[in-house]
């Protein structure tokens, strides 16, 4: 869940301002409706490889330094403006730049909507110039697309051979050199997940049919992206964890930040759903979006007062959501102006995962500090009447 | 001879400061310069003082010169002594006005105290050169403030100070010279520039000066540059430090060296300007009489944060460094490693492995010689703590700022707060005897006030020289009963307490504040609140709320919330005696209040006995509570007030008539609502009659009834005068199944014994009269049927004779006083 639109174009490089959103917009694209990472930005990485003296890792394309750059953006000697892809803590980006470059893998972690997957697909793009090594983790994926399948027609015909293996992408990788990318970690049965140890630690990977094995050349790393806050995943285990290097991407700094995620996204759903309104919803999305963050920092934005946090993950993206929702209760069922009404029962949804816990954590919310709040008195009565 | 192992506990590192400089001074390969020397150092900067330590072993001075307060001298032989052990601070303060104070702290890795250390393992003279503490701290306009975080005399970052010493004015006049050399050097933060250039400087370099020389030669070209960069004090200090150094050059010749903030090293260095021009500088001054002593001193204080800012905010981290002989990064992450796992996190050698190659690698990218502690700290956070910050926290706090606690032997002179003390037990007229004295304070009294207040904060630092005794003479609030007690060993609680500030009052604030910050369970804060009001600690109370109001936020468990409400409202009622201003407190109250009303029905159910009875205790409790804050609120604003006891009464409500909740508080919180008039006695027979019915298991019924009826005193009046509750209980009673009765026996004994004896004995014969309830039936039927003794109704003529009396008592007027106030 990124949100690709930020223009901006940081000079100085020191991107660290706006919210931790994925940025950056690829220029002209050809036929593909969304090009990969390299395609879009071969300009910058061919500037950046031309500019940067400093030592490369074995394989890579790019210093550590340069890939670095190449996230956060800057300007380099020749003029060549590179544009921030990241915008976030600069820390965040330099330890995951520099954990690729030792022999743990990268795990990426934070909420849906922190741009997990695009910083994932331009290190790979920056790193090897091919983001396309993919595995997309779901509850199905088997442990072929993480080691290798078999060309059954090949099978039967020749019997077990090199050509009749299907090579999953890590393997690729580690026969290449190059950085492969598993999406969703968490969301792969644990079983399945458990084939990346001996991938990770010994760096090999054995086809036992062949008596065979493919060693990783120099220059191969994973990076794997999980949702640490989604109930129902499959933890990893301690055995798995330990061969990454753990970064947490952050939410939105500000909430001004988010306000802007949302009301930008708020629209395009809109407009994709035939809803009206936007504009005027500003207000709305403001509360909604205070309401999130402060449940789910668990302080007040005035940092006066604390708060217990529930055990929802109250994302950016589910803010999204809740807005939507309301928009659409206030398109077909009300005047289609966007109310505290219409977001209470999306709020309370959103908020109260665990029926005892959190109804109570909510109502404490409500009766300390929403009630105490000027201009909420609807917003509070709204959601009095959906929470009784 | 203690000197041998003070050498070795000094300089454990010295046989490799040797060995890189074979044969001492006069075989050295390079000569030393001739002195004196220079030492120009970043204050407490683990690099500079290992540059210090091969710097004097190399120079093998006859005197060492330390910026610092020259009356400090005469304390200087108590840094040999075994039972110094740094941290510690060197405090100056005016003699009779201990709240104007500054101090000097040195740990372990400051240089100043290398070299002090140095000199007495070497016998060589050592010496303060700074401006007299009497000056500087006449000097002082605003002698509480800056009192606390040093003056520009302080070995604190010196440059780092200098901004928040004078707050805000000519701020911008004042040139950081550090940042200018970071930034020439393409740094961003100039603490960090200062690690990579000279902190982390290789150990072993072939010149022990050329550090001091390139230092010297950036500080000079800096301050041609920017003159005294605004520091116009500066000026005078250091000609004083001139003056020393010239004294010091007559008696040891050119075998001197001086340690004093790189800042200074121009000014002494080359010509001297004129003696006369430096003795007219120091004409004049105004003076104070100063004494010093040393107090014990902590690493928490000695980051940046805590207030007191010597300027440094990784002590723990500079000490490693300065420790640690060799692998830095490596011995660091081990001891995270093992801090880590000590809490039970699964942290292995492959870990360690990990994140030091991690930080290492990091180092590289940024382009810095070794990784500092920003490098550490993010492998830490990777690769230990599966990037969360919460572990990482618990490294923060025990290793890079760190426990550590100094101590000073007992030969130091007093602190000051025990001379502050004296002053206010002559003011006050207290004398410290050892026997026992028995004290009666009338708190409307000012001089009873302060001792009472005296006595409490003392408390509270630890020093039980009065324990708080029944008053004798009345039970009013503001009277007040003490036990004092002098013994001797309280003189050293005081010495202790001494960290804490050098005035009862700051100490005994500074105490509650890291209390409260500290305090693991909501009912310890709470108390403190109350002994805050008690010591009237205006100060430390904002705090001590703050982290009452964040506990309680935090606090899942209705239990502790309702154990805290009690302690709140009377420190309220203290609060309201003393004249403190409790506005804080009763919103804080308010609060606690409102979260209880939230969380107290899904606490009630599922209930095991004995966790009912307790919740049936907090029940209790927070109910008399209610009833307390809505007196001062109803004064400002009587609509909130009115709203907590219509929320609690709501509450109440739905306890009462909820199944799942256990029956001692359904019965409990209708007799509450019963009291307050809440609920009509149809209702609450109705209620009764439900609770009571067959149907129920009786256990539970016989709990519902000691709710209701059980407990506090006068409880069993309800039952005599209305006698169709008590039919109802009899009624049930007759037809619990025998084998249940057995059961209940207890419940109902416990029930029923805790009645005053009149009432058991009115009740039993009511009972044994016979049922008057549901055969009677009607409304008004219990109150036919009079008990023995009574008439059949009342007797108007007789209630009628009482009322004169009552509208005395109440003060209303009889026109308009209502009719029916007899009636019960």
Known sequence: MTTPAIDSTDADGTADTAGPAGVGMPPEAPEALRPHAEDAFAEELKALAAADDRPRPARWRLSPWAVATYLLGGTLPDGTVITPKYVGPRRIVEVAVTTLATDRALLLLGVPGTAKTWVSEHLAAAVSGDSTLLVQGTAGTPEEAIRYGWNYAQLLAHGPSREALVPSPVMRAMAEGMTARVEELTRIPADVQDTLITILSEKTLPIPELGQECQAVSGFNLIATANDRDRGVNDLSSALRRRFNTVVLPLPATPEDEVDIVSRRVEQLGRSLDLPGGAEAVDEIRRVVTVFRELRSGVTEDGRTKLKSPSGTLSTAEAISVVTGGLALASHFGDGVLRPGDVAAGILGAVVRDPAADRVIWQEYLETVVRERDGWKDFYRACREVTA | ?824
């Open chain 2, 1 to 824: 001879m203690t000197t041998a192992a003070d050498v070795a506990a000094v300089a454990p590192e010295a046989p490799a400061g040797t060995a890189a400089r074979p044969a001492g001074p006069p075989g050295a390969p390079s000569s030393p310069p001739r002195g004196p020397w220079l030492l120009g150092v970043r204050h407490h900067g683990p690099g500079s003082a290992r540059a210090v330590r091969e710097a004097l072993d190399a120079a093998r001075p006859r005197a060492v010169l330390i910026e610092g307060p020259p009356e400090g001298d005469a304390l200087l032989p108590l840094a040999a002594d075994p039972g110094m052990r740094p941290p510690v601070a060197l405090l100056a303060h005016v003699r009779d006005d201990p709240g104007r104070a500054s101090f000097w702290p040195l740990a372990e890795f400051s240089p100043e105290w290398v070299a002090i250390r140095w000199a007495l393992a070497h016998d060589a003279a050592v010496r303060f050169i700074d401006l007299p503490a009497a000056h500087s701290l006449a000097a002082r306009e605003e002698p509480e403030e800056s009192g606390q975080d040093g003056h520009g005399a302080v070995p604190g970052v010196e440059f780092d100070d200098r901004p928040e010493e004078d707050g805000g004015g000519s701020a911008a006049l004042r040139v950081d010279p550090l940042a200018v050399l970071a930034d020439a050097a393409g740094y961003d933060d100039p603490e960090r520039w200062w690690e990579d250039v000279v902190e982390h400087r290789a150990a072993g370099e072939s010149d022990a000066f050329a550090p001091f020389q390139a230092v010297a030669d950036a500080m000079a070209a800096l301050r041609e540059e920017y003159g005294d960069a605004g520091h116009r004090h500066d000026l005078v200090r250091e000609a004083h430090m001139r003056l020393q150094l010239r004294a010091a050059n007559k008696e040891f010749g050119d075998d001197v060296a001086v340690v004093c903030g790189a800042w200074h090293v121009p000014a002494l260095a080359g010509r001297p300007p004129a003696l006369t021009a430096d003795r007219a500088l120091l004409k004049g001054l105004p003076k104070v009489k100063a004494e010093l002593t040393w107090v014990p001193w902590t690493h928490r204080r000695l980051a940046r944060r805590s207030g007191y800012g010597a300027g440094i905010d990784s002590p723990g981290w500079y000490g490693h460094l300065f420790d640690a002989a060799d692998k830095p990064v490596v011995r660091w992450m081990t001891k995270a490693a093992g801090l880590l796992r000590d809490e039970d996190r699964p942290v292995s050698s492959a870990h360690v492995i990990e994140a030091v190659r991690l930080a290492e690698a990091l180092a590289v990218m940024r382009g810095r010689p070794l990784a500092g502690l920003t490098e550490t700290t993010d492998a830490i956070r990777a690769v230990m703590c599966e990037g969360s910050d919460v572990p990482l926290s618990l490294v923060h706090d025990r290793l890079v700022v760190g426990d550590v606690l100094g101590e000073v032997p007992e030969g130091a002179p007093a602190v000051p707060l025990q001379r502050d003390l004296t002053r206010q037990q002559r003011t006050l007229r207290l004398t410290a005897e050892a026997a026992v004295r028995e004290l009666d304070l009338d708190l409307r009294k000012d001089t009873d006030a302060a001792r009472s207040r005296l006595l409490h904060r003392l408390r509270l630092l630890g020093v039980g020289w009065g324990e708080p005794a029944v008053s004798r003479g009345s039970t009013g609030t503001f009277r007040e009963g003490w036990r004092l007690r002098w013994e001797p060993e309280l003189s050293v609680k005081v010495a202790e307490a001494g960290i804490w500030g050098t005035t009862v009052l700051a100490a005994a604030t500074a105490k509650a504040q890291s209390q409260a910050v500290s305090a693991k369970a909501l009912a310890d804060i709470t108390a403190l609140a109350e002994r805050c009001l008690l010591a009237e600690l205006p100060d430390a109370l904002p705090v001590v709320m703050r982290c009452l109001a964040d506990r309680a936020a935090l606090d899942s468990d209705v239990g502790h919330l309702a154990q805290a409400l009690p302690a709140l409202a009377r420190t309220l009622r203290y609060g309201d005696v003393r004249g403190t201003g409790t506005a804080a407190l009763t919103d804080v109250a308010a609060g606690l209040a409102e979260r209880i009303c939230v969380g107290l029905p899904p606490a009630c159910t599922g209930l095991d006995a004995e966790g009912a009875a307790e919740m049936r205790g907090h029940l209790d409790a927070v109910h008399t509570v209610t009833a307390l804050l809505d007196r001062p609120a109803g004064e400002r604003g009587g609509d909130s007030s009115a709203a907590l006891r219509a929320r609690w009464a709501h509450v109440l409500g739905k306890l009462a008539g909820r199944d799942s909740v256990a029956g001692v508080i359904r019965g409990r919180a209708v007799r509450l609502l019963l009291d307050d008039g809440r609920l009509d006695e149809e209702e609450t027979a109705r209620l009764m009659g439900l609770a009571l019915s067959p149907g129920n298991p009786p256990a539970d019924a016989a709990a519902w009834v000691e709710g209701f009826a059980g407990g506090a005193s006068g409880s069993g009046m309800l039952l005599i005068h209305d006698q169709r509750l008590l039919g109802l209980v009899d009624a049930w009673l007759t037809e619990v199944a025998p084998d249940a009765f057995t059961d209940v026996l207890p419940l109902l004994r416990r029930t029923f014994s805790a009645y005053e004896a009149g009432v058991r004995r009115t009740l039993g014969e009511l009972v044994r009269r016979g049922p008057a309830g549901p055969a009677g039936g009607g409304p008004r039927a219990g109150t036919e049927a009079a008990a023995p003794g009574f008439g059949p109704a009342l007797d108007p003529a007789r209630a009628d004779a009482v009322l004169p009396i009552l509208h005395l008592l109440l003060g209303i007027d009889q026109e308009d006083a209502p009719t029916e106030a007899t009636t019960p």
